[in-house]
């Protein structure tokens, strides 16, 4: 009797672990969605650490230091935490390299394929020219001109168009895309809605 | 008689005592950190995170590998004010819990240990047994 009644506690107790278990699943955890969604509602992670270390970590790389770094163009997807990074070989000058950063590390650069017609003269320039010191204020700016409450920033390109050095800012919401232009210097160009 | 014997005997003791604690603590971590509550993780957060980065999520994946069977990820983040984030992974705050969880599966054995040693104590060689079990 004292067996049986022992039997079915056991039975009791494994049942309410089982029930404990499937109730509480998943207590304190956010679902990938919640979790993009709260990255977008500050902004969409811009942050001047990020092409600070991106941009050191390629210049150690190539054993030069930032001033001697000379790139034809500098994407960042905050979001992700990623960015890509096109180098001009400063052993072979007419060669350009893809760097890329994930998981807080660089990959083994990539050779990219040049156009016959590409002038890397007039397309490359040197990082330490752009004020990436100045991203959080230039994002900020951005936003403020965007105009959306729930806007942020999906991509960061940096560019040389003729002779002007753009940064490029991809912003979106839930109803609108735009983008924000800004000189090499920090200073608001354009904030236009696509 | 030999000091050796009984050195080995109570490091090979030792070592098998370290692996049962080891052993519950890791699985006291895989009940409570995957099965009940994942944001306990986040308490490792102050050693985890830095200080511009100090709200930890963690995020959990999940994916279907094949029909009729789901697959959880939980990873855990560290997220800045501006949105800025970092890959803290499962791991790392997994082995800190699994450290912290020993310390009440050692209490545990230990007051096993200790009503067993009183049972033998009321038992001495010699002395009448109080209680006979069939």
Known sequence: MRVARAGRRQVGVVAAAGVLLVATGCVGATSRADFTAEIRARGGGVTAALPAEVLDAVADDLGVDLAGLTVRSVTINPEANTARVEVRDPAVPANVDSYVWHND??????????????????????????????????????LDEFGEPDGYVTTINVHRLQEQVTIAMSLQSARADGTARFTAAG???????? | MSQRPVLARGCVGG????????????????????????????????LL???????????????????????????????GPRGDTTDVGFLRPAALLTAVHAVPVVLFLGALA?????????????????????
Request: with cysteine; charged share 20%; proline share 7%.
């Open chain 1, 105 to 142: 590390s660089l990959d083994e650069p990539e050779p990219v394929r040049l156009s016959a017609g590409d002038d890397l003269d007039a397309a490359v320039f040197s990082p330490a020219s752009v004020a990436f010191d100045d991203i959080e204020v230039m994002t900020d700016r951005a």
């Open chain 1, 187 to 194: 200073e608001l160009m354009s904030v236009e809605r696509r």
């Open chain 2, 15 to 46: 070592a098998a005592l370290a692996g049962i604690v080891a052993f519950c603590a890791v699985m006291l971590t895989v009940i409570v950190t995957i099965g009940i509550w994942p944001g306990e993780l986040k308490l490792t957060a102050p």
């Open chain 2, 49 to 79: 995170c830095s200080d511009t980065q100090p709200d930890a999520f963690v995020v959990a994946d999940t994916y279907s590998i094949r029909p009729g069977e789901t697959t959880t990820n939980f990873t855990m983040y560290c997220m």
């Open chain 2, 114 to 134: 200790a009503r067993a040693a009183r049972r033998t104590t009321r038992r001495t060689p010699g002395a009448p047994s109080a209680v006979t079990r069939g």
